[in-house]
């Protein structure tokens, strides 16, 4: 059975960082994109961060582009998020996932339904 684990949420102020993992319980892991949602209270999940299944693209959300890093290390079965200058209005809840299908390395879904294995999300507060 695949499992996501997402890990490294919590409270940090404005302007500061954290770094998000997931782990990903499958050997194949290297063959599929993988995702970062998040979700707000009260708001739609969106997508801000893809990464081809090689790590050699990326896609970035306007609302974290220069912000944000997505990375993989498919050696530790492990998809990254490394997010600096943190604002408020990151404040969410929020989860990998593993896309649904094989693809090239052009390939970054970015829609809800393109993904079929999700984690069951981490919290990060910002604080004015």
């Known amino acids: 059975q695949v499992q996501l684990v997402e890990s490294g949420g919590g409270l940090v102020q404005a302007g500061g960082s954290l770094r998000l993992s997931c782990t990903i319980s499958v050997r194949t892991f290297g063959h599929y994109a993988m995702g970062w949602f998040r979700q707000a209270p009260g708001k739609e999940r969106e997508i801000i961060a893809t990464?081809?299944?090689?790590?050699?693209?990326?896609y970035y959300s306007t609302s974290v582009k220069g912000r944000f890093t997505v990375s993989r290390d498919s050696a530790e079965n492990t998809v990254n998020l490394q997010m600096n200058s943190l604002e408020p209005k990151d404040t969410a809840v929020y989860y990998c996932?593993?896309?649904?299908?094989?693809?090239?390395?052009?390939?970054?879904?970015?829609?809800?339904?393109?993904?079929?294995?999700w984690g069951q999300g981490t919290q990060v507060t910002v604080s004015s």
């Open positions: 996932a593993s896309d649904r299908t094989v693809g090239s390395s052009l390939h970054l879904p970015t829609t809800s339904p393109e993904y079929d294995y």
């Open positions: 990464i081809s299944w090689d790590g050699g693209n990326t």
